[in-house]
């Protein structure tokens, strides 16, 4: 009896990523999106600060920011903050209306339309890089928060809340708690103490997603240095890549009318 051909490894990597925006969601489909999803807001978020001047992805610094001016009596400033935080709000609150929509209409596409409205909007933001910078730097930076608003709730919609790429504040402090976790049980295999049980599955997701936002932000910073705005091009590209399986499915089950 013949022995069924295993997929080769290269084979099975691809599947993977074709089916990473897929509607039905695996363990491995989340962490690979969230991989992907974290490269590209380390990398916006870097070369996005070279560009406008600010982190556009930290909420927790623009609303200390608001805080701050108001403080100070700066109410221009006042006024800017408002504005990122509120196209931050506009980017989330897209998000939820593009996967409930798609819920209801084109299941198969409902995580593939906000990663391909992610990706026409950086095309956007390599766009006005041809443009005089200090006449588009507060679109751009409006434009910034809301596509970091848009991709941090599509992937925290995918998740179940368990993976966020565009801040890592959350994600050390749980990286902390584990590692002291698995700390503390080596004191307590010392001590005869009933272990504490360490979260490995956390640590596996959480490590990978925390690293490809800093490879993401270091080459965010690099390609902008090189190549200015285009260099949000080739990530554009990744983001459709991984949505377009999703879409060409639908293109293929329409009917053309008779």
């Not at 006024?79 to 709000?89: E, K, Q, V, Y």
Request: proline fraction near 4%; charge should be positive; include cysteine.
């Amino acid at each position: 009896m013949r022995q069924p051909v295993r997929p080769h490894s290269k084979d099975r990597r691809w599947r993977q990523f074709r089916v990473a925006a897929s509607y039905h969601r695996r363990r491995g489909n989340d962490l690979l999106l969230g991989v992907i999803l974290a490269f590209v807001a380390g990398a916006m978020n870097a070369g996005g600060f070279l560009a406008v001047g600010r982190y556009t992805s930290h909420m927790t610094g623009v609303v200390s920011s608001i805080a701050d001016d108001l403080a100070l009596g700066l109410f221009g400033l006042v006024g800017s903050g408002l504005a990122l935080l509120f196209a931050f709000l506009c980017g989330a609150a897209s998000s939820a209306i593009l996967i409930n929509w798609a819920r209801r209409h084109a299941r198969r596409q409902q995580y593939a339309y906000p990663l391909a409205l992610e990706s026409g909007l950086l095309i956007v933001f390599a766009g006005l890089g041809t443009l005089q910078e200090t006449a588009v730097a507060p679109a751009t930076a409006l434009l910034l928060c809301y596509v970091m608003g848009l991709q941090n709730a599509t992937i925290t919609k995918i998740s179940g809340a368990r993976i966020r790429t565009t801040h890592l504040t959350g994600m050390v402090t749980d990286m902390g708690i584990e590692l002291g976790k698995f700390a503390y049980l080596w004191i307590a295999r010392l001590r005869s103490h009933p272990p504490i049980p360490v979260d490995g599955r956390k640590l596996s997701i959480l490590l990978p997603i925390v690293s490809m936002f800093f490879f993401g932000g270091l080459v965010g910073a690099l390609g902008f240095k090189h190549l200015g705005h285009a260099f949000a091009l080739p990530i554009a590209a990744l983001l459709l890549a991984v949505a377009s399986p999703q879409l060409r499915e639908q293109r293929r089950g329409r009917v053309k009318p008779v």
